[in-house]
Nanobody, 126 residues
Framework: QVQLVESGGGLVQAGGSLRLSCAAS????????MGWFRQAPGKEREFGAC????????YYADSIKGRFTVSRDNSKNTVYLEMNSLKREDTAVYYC???????????????????WGQGTQVTVSS
């Protein structure tokens, strides 16, 4: 089992920045893939970004590419999502997720992730 706890969400003005953290505990050595998803009101949960165990491979959704950066500190079992140039449409609950296996074809699929955090709210005001 892997437990995930997100933090760092909050209210920010458009154009501002936030950094989300996801602390993992439990069988973290099995988490080859760590991802961030988000869910806006009335919408489905969508893929945002992911990073592999070694941190050498990252993927981003087009909607956040160039503005958000995913990173991980394996010594702290923590994954980060640095969010810059935030827009109102970035408002959502952000979820951290962990998966055992990485696939270059399915990294954006929710089914690739076995464990999920409870989410942290990010609200961007104009």
């Amino acid at each position: 089992q892997v437990q995930l706890v997100e933090s760092g969400g909050g209210l920010v003005q458009a154009g501002g920045s936030l950094r989300l953290s996801c602390a993992a505990s439990g069988r973290t050595f099995s988490s080859n893939l760590m991802g961030w998803f988000r869910q806006a009101p009335g919408k489905e949960r969508e893929f945002g970004a992911c990073i592999t165990l070694g941190g050498g491979t990252t993927y981003y959704a087009d909607s956040i590419k160039g503005r958000f950066t995913v990173s991980r500190d394996n010594s702290k079992n923590t994954v980060y999502l640095e969010m810059n140039s935030l827009k109102r449409e970035d408002t959502a609950v952000y979820y951290c997720a962990a998966g055992t296996w990485f696939s270059s074809s399915y990294y954006s699929s929710r089914s690739s992730y076995d464990y999920w955090g409870q989410g942290t709210q990010v609200t961007v005001s104009s």
